[in-house]
């Protein structure tokens, strides 16, 4: 689900639709698409997305990988380690265009209506739209899951749908939304994004505990089997009500999709190396660049590919959390990231493959730089006393090294921010004033990122820290994460081209002490919510610009976070039997418009079981 969509406020449409569908005086309008940052590009009779092949042949399985374990097939929920692939089950009342930054078209829902004065939405339902039971799909399922989500389901929707005052089902097919004003501009748009479950089979079941059932959905595909915790099988469904829809027309291809889950990347890495699974995409450098010399790849049977994608890269970054005193100094926090050598760890672990993450937005144009100037600086001097005084000087910079290792200056510079902030090195022991020494723990979900974690604690150690490491699986991971039970971890925090009522989980006071939310850090800052409110209230893309880079910079010079770094490109690797359309959309992988090739199948299959150990 692509909750990083768009925002804006009531001076100007909460979202644009057709000239020739918009409302004259009062009058509601009626569309098939939402978009906020102009016209669709796609009329209301396109026959597929223009990325498809709307002829892709149907058939074959495709194998791919999931790392750690699950117990849930409940993902709206806290409770449990939600199964991967779960959305494959269910249906959006819309439907994201991956090739525009912010478009949705009409998919469970057949027309889209708003009245004039822009204080709701209303959704008209398909009339075949129908759930795998051959149910039909209903107002009621959609009040259902949405006040079901939002009183039983993560903190998140809570957040998202704030500004939503009331739901009601008109009639078996129609469904209204009423919102508190107009002037949260993209709130239509994440409605159409919500998925809609049925109400009649969550009947006695209590929606707040984990899952572990095949649930009824009404998506293209169905859950066939599962091996509790280590594989999970979805099947195409042939008499998919969607399958004819534009917005489903050469998608959802292969007839099965099989989950296999391994402990950790690097098995995980072992199994598609031995034909156990047909696609991965590589996140670890170092990998790329040396562990695909292997005899299926010098006979041709597995391609690697490297396509780039425009999506903003966000935030990845070691996030310490400010709910431990440990880090509530700035000064302790910028320290730390005067000791993080990216250069270095970019020539020697990631062989030259990585840019530095200098903004909270990057890869986009919401991403703040140099000097605040113009509507920006307008916006940042009402915060003057309340954020940094050289925030309105200075350029916001991360250091840089000359790649050596040998970083002197940052440990200079990190040493006399801890001074001042009252830490002093004693027998090569950095303490306070009471005696007590920095100790703390970096927690991380696999042992993939040891390799960076490690090399960072090495050089902390220089300053008379007493970081430690600490691996668990993916699933205990996660639980302490919504605990917020860790000190520092890894944090990768995606955005979109149009930031809006998701930045409220993302940074906000409210949410910083919310278990289950996306603060990760526990940001608590007034200026932050502030901007966040504001972002979400933008009339327009400009002042969404303005806006989204004040509170950029403003959470840049909190030095909540060490940057990391980003990859403007999908690293694939996969046996050659898939076939795909001649161009990838925009703003995503795409997967599913791949198909299997029949003609390639039989070879690739041979070359796998010779690439298997013997037994």
């Known amino acids: 689900m692509d909750r990083r969509t768009l925002i804006a406020s009531g001076l100007a449409l909460p979202f644009l639709l057709p000239s020739a569908a918009r409302a004259q005086g009062g009058a509601v309008v009626r569309s098939h698409a939402l978009s906020l940052l102009g016209e669709p590009a796609l009329p209301a009779d396109f026959t597929h997305f223009p990325w498809v092949n709307p002829d ?9 990988t999931a790392l750690g374990s699950y117990d849930s097939f409940n993902g709206y929920v806290l409770r449990g380690t939600p199964a991967v692939g779960l959305t494959n089950l269910y249906d959006t009342l819309l439907k994201s265009s991956t090739d525009e930054a912010s478009a949705e078209y009409c998919h469970l829902a057949v027309a889209i209506e708003q009245p004039a004065d822009r204080l709701g939405v209303t959704f008209e339902l398909h009339p075949a739209a129908r759930f795998h039971d051959g149910r039909p799909v209903t107002a009621d399922d959609v009040v259902w899951t949405f006040n079901t989500l939002r009183q039983h389901g993560r903190p998140f929707y809570r957040a998202y749908w704030a500004d939503v005052t009331e739901v009601v089902a008109e009639a078996q097919r129609r469904v209204t939304f009423r919102f508190k004003s107009n002037e949260n501009r993209e709130l239509a748009l994440i409605l159409g994004q919500m998925p809609v479950l049925p109400k009649h089979w969550w009947e006695g079941r209590d929606f707040a505990r984990p899952l572990l059932e095949a649930p009824l959905g009404s998506g293209p595909y169905r859950l066939e089997r599962f091996e509790s915790g280590r594989s999970l099988t979805y099947r195409r469904v042939p008499e998919y009500w969607a399958r004819d829809l534009p917005t489903a027309r050469g998608t959802a291809n292969t007839d099965v999709i099989r989950y296999e ?6 098995v995980a890495l072992e199994a598609f190396k031995a034909g156990q699974i047909d696609f991965r995409t590589e996140n670890i450098a170092k990998e790329w660049a040396t562990a695909y010399d292997f005899p299926a790849v010098q006979r041709g049977l597995v391609k690697r590919d490297e396509i780039r994608h425009e999506i903003p890269t966000g935030m990845q970054a070691f996030a310490v959390n400010l709910r431990r005193s440990l880090f509530q100094d700035a000064r302790v926090r910028r320290a730390l990231i005067e000791v993080f050598d990216f250069e270095w760890m970019n020539a020697n672990l990631f062989y030259g493959s990585y840019a530095r993450t200098t903004s909270y937005f990057s890869n986009s144009e919401l991403a703040s730089s140099g000097i605040p100037e113009g509507r920006e600086l307008e916006i940042l001097q009402a915060y003057k006393g309340k954020v940094p005084d050289r925030l309105f000087t200075e350029a916001y910079a991360l250091p840089v090294t000359d790649g050596s290792g040998n970083n002197r200056e940052g ?15 004693k027998d090569r022991k950095l303490v306070n004033a009471q005696g007590q020494g920095f100790a703390f723990e970096i927690l991380l979900q696999g042992p993939s990122f040891e390799r960076v974690a490690l090399p960072y604690v090495q050089i902390l150690q220089r300053l008379g820290m007493e970081p430690r490491v600490r691996t668990i699986d993916p699933a205990q991971y996660q639980v302490r994460i919504d605990a917020f039970d860790y000190d520092m971890t890894v944090e990768s925090q995606g955005q979109s081209l149009s930031p809006g009522n998701e930045q409220r989980d993302f940074w906000t006071s409210a949410k910083a002490q919310e278990n289950g939310s996306q603060n990760v850090a526990g ?27 004040a509170l950029d910079r403003v959470l840049l010079w909190g030095d909540y976070m060490i940057p990391q770094w980003h990859s403007r490109t999908f690293r694939l690797a996969y046996w050659d039997k898939f076939g795909r359309p001649p161009r990838n959309p925009k703003y995503a992988l795409a997967l599913d418009s791949w198909w299997i090739e029949r003609t390639r199948e039989g070879t690739v299959e041979q ?5 298997r150990p013997a037994q």
Do not use: H, M, Q, S
């Open 56 to 64: 892709a042949p149907k058939g074959g399985e495709i194998a791919l």
């Open 411 to 425: 440990l200079r510079r990190a040493l006399a921010l801890l001074r001042d902030a009252g830490w002093v090195v």
């Open 523 to 549: 940001i608590a800052n007034p200026v932050v919510d502030e901007l966040v409110e504001l972002v979400i209230a933008a009339p327009d893309r400009a002042e969404l610009i303005a806006r989204t880079r």
């Open 607 to 611: 070359g796998k079981r010779e690439a």
């Open 261 to 266: 889950y391994f402990r950790d990347a690097t």
